[in-house]
Nanobody, 117 residues
């Protein structure tokens, strides 16, 4: 089965930066899109950013201009560079991959990002 391994979360002060990484195992093929979602306590999981196979990107309005998503196709890895972090960015961040003809969803285990004021 496909696996996603995340890294890079942590505690940072407001205004700081973090970089999240998510590596997909080689058993996941025909990737259509890779992205990041987040879920804060008491809230629904929401899309943060996504990047397609050909490099198109989409961002939540709340992170535009501060976060940048990128991918390394050779390493099957997606990154999320988060700058100018705010306390409201505090959440568990989940890596997501959609692959194959049926756009099967794969999820990472989640990584905690905490931004202190």
């Amino acid at each position: 089965q496909g696996q996603l391994v995340e890294s890079g979360g942590g505690l940072v002060q407001a205004g700081g930066s973090l970089r999240l990484s998510c590596a997909a195992s080689g058993s996941i093929s025909s990737i259509n899109a890779m992205g990041w979602y987040r879920q804060a306590p008491g809230k629904q999981r929401e899309l943060v950013a996504v990047i397609t196979r050909v490099g198109f990107t989409n961002y939540a309005d709340s992170v535009k201009g501060r976060f940048t998503i990128s991918r390394d196709n050779a390493k099957i890895t997606v990154y999320l560079q988060m700058n100018n972090l705010k306390p409201e960015d505090t959440a568990v961040y989940y890596c997501n991959v959609r692959a194959g003809v049926y756009n099967v969803n794969y999820w990472g285990q989640g990584t905690q990002v905490t931004v202190s004021s």
